[in-house]
């Protein structure tokens, strides 16, 4: 049982280049996730899903997309790098109802952007 | 909008000693509060929740949380600190039961000296 899978676990990009976060569940959980964490400031909600074909925005979505067309896989694209997209990217996943709130995290993508 | 403080950066306690670590929400209507920690180079991990009913609800590893509704908060307790308790912990709020939409704080580090 794997759980929440997030590749690549390290990535150093250059400013302007494009890359795609992975992230895929096993769990058949409804609901993801993709949140940020920089260094004193917590974590910071990108995007997140209730389904397939439905995401919407979090607190910080500007310069990230993302798409959900199957329950278990959904990824985080950064279509034009920049230093400020420097940070450790979290993964998440839950299913509502009695476990709602629930959250089971990935073990993060360091990406640096140089 | 909903947000969630924790106004303490670091907490630093003696083994054996009872711990808090604070956090205060805002949100319209109910909340639903969670705690997460996490350890070094690790994802999150889920403690313990507030939906509704009893204002203190036990977690995992022998944490507990009381909620306030008139003072808006919702701190993590522990009778008897461990060593192995020394880790980030986070509090988060969701505006809805479907917790569809988390946001976390900042996040506090506590540090348990033996």
């Known amino acids: 049982n794997a759980g929440v899978t997030q590749t690549p676990k390290f990535r150093i990009l250059k400013i302007g280049q494009s890359m795609t976060l992975q992230c895929t569940q096993d769990m058949n959980h409804n609901y993801m996730y993709w949140y940020r964490q920089d260094p004193g400031m917590g974590l910071k909600l990108i995007y997140y899903?209730?389904?397939?074909?439905?995401?919407d925005k979090g607190e910080v979505p500007n310069g990230y997309n993302v798409s959900r067309s199957t329950t278990e896989d959904f990824p985080l694209r950064l279509e034009l790098a920049a230093p400020s997209q420097t940070s450790v990217y979290f993964c998440?996943?839950?299913?509502?109802?009695?476990?709602?709130?629930?959250?089971?995290f990935g073990e993060g993508s360091r990406l640096t952007v140089l | 909008a909903q947000s969630v403080a924790q106004p303490e950066d670091q907490v630093n306690v003696a083994e054996g000693n009872p711990l808090t670590v604070k956090c205060t929400y805002s949100?319209?209507?109910?909340?639903?509060l969670f705690w997460y920690v996490q350890y070094p180079n690790r994802g999150l991990q889920f403690l313990l929740k507030?939906?509704?009913?009893?204002?203190l609800v036990k977690g995992s590893y022998g944490f507990e949380a009381e909620f306030n509704k008139s003072q808006t908060s919702f701190h993590l307790k522990k009778p008897s600190a461990l060593v192995s308790d020394s880790a980030l912990y986070f509090c988060?709020?969701?505006?809805?039961?479907?917790?569809?939409?988390?946001?976390f704080g900042s996040g506090t580090r506590l540090s348990i000296r033996p």
């Open positions: 988060a709020v969701s505006p809805d039961s479907s917790a569809s939409k988390i946001i």
């Open positions: 507030y939906i509704t009913g009893d204002n």
């Open positions: 998440a996943s839950s299913q509502p109802d009695r476990e709602a709130g629930e959250l089971f």
């Open positions: 949100v319209s209507g109910n909340p639903y």
């Open positions: 899903s209730v389904g397939a074909g439905i995401t």
